[in-house]
């Protein structure tokens, strides 16, 4: 079945880039997503990434995707107070169904 | 509406007692999913209901948790007998047909004690 692993934490320094990491099992994802999730409120669709691309870039976010090893990353640029939340990797199998396997969860935290 | 939208925020319930969990998904979504989202934990994913199709319900706990979903709008999960161990954020999520991307609703924080 599906598998998405993340680490549990990050913590970087406001300007740094930060960078979460994500591997996945399932072969025939076709995309894979970017999920942010503030204290409190819901995820909120961040990026997301075709399994025939090997990057995308929107702004301060770069998702790198190497479809070999099943690594999926996210790079925030110039790291923001604003940006401490739960950062959650997902995936979507190919096929009609929309099911979506999400993982652990990456808690990032800005040290000012 | 102009998101999901999930009622209560919050419920405290006492072990053993049943809890209905509601979801106003996006007007014209046709996918609709709940989550439970436990402390540190990824989201679980419990049920998908999608148009008229018969609903997939492989990742609801146990035979406690049910869901519907009325005139392919509202959704109610209902947990019966509710355990200590069923305290967790509840999470829906509706999509349209462009399929990529799910919106969340806030969820719903249940504590049983």
């Known amino acids: 079945g599906e598998d998405v692993e993340q680490s549990l934490f990050l913590s970087v320094r406001e300007g740094d880039s930060s960078v979460i990491n994500c591997t996945y099992t399932?072969?025939?994802?076709?995309?894979l997503y970017w999920y942010k999730q503030e204290p409190g409120a819901g995820l909120q669709l961040l990026t997301y990434?075709?399994?025939?691309?090997d990057m995308k870039q929107d702004q301060r976010l770069t998702v790198l995707l190497n479809k070999k090893d099943k690594h999926l990353s996210l790079r925030i640029a110039d790291t923001q107070t604003g940006d401490s939340a739960i950062y959650f990797c997902?995936?979507?199998?190919?096929?009609?169904?929309?099911?979506?396997?999400f993982g652990t969860g990456t808690k990032l935290q800005v040290i000012p | 509406g102009a998101g999901v939208s999930q009622s209560p925020s919050n419920k405290v319930t006492e072990k053993g007692k049943d809890v209905e969990l509601r979801c106003d998904p996006i007007?014209?979504?046709?996918?609709l999913y709940w989550y439970r989202q436990s402390l540190g934990q990824g989201l679980e994913f419990l049920i998908y209901?999608?148009?008229?199709?018969?609903?997939?319900k492989s990742g609801l706990p146990s035979d406690r948790f049910s869901a519907e979903r009325t005139g392919g709008s509202v959704s109610t999960l209902t947990i019966q007998r509710t355990q200590q161990e069923d305290s967790a954020v509840y999470l829906c999520?509706?999509?349209?047909?462009?399929?990529?991307?799910?919106?969340f609703g806030p969820g719903t924080r249940l504590t049983v004690t």
């Open positions: 399932d072969s025939s994802s076709t995309y």
């Open positions: 999520a509706s999509s349209s047909e462009r399929r990529y991307e799910q919106y």
């Open positions: 990434i075709f399994s025939n691309m």
């Open positions: 997902a995936e979507r199998a190919s096929g009609g169904y929309q099911k979506v396997t």
């Open positions: 209901f999608q148009g008229n199709s018969a609903p997939d």
């Open positions: 007007s014209g979504h046709t996918a």
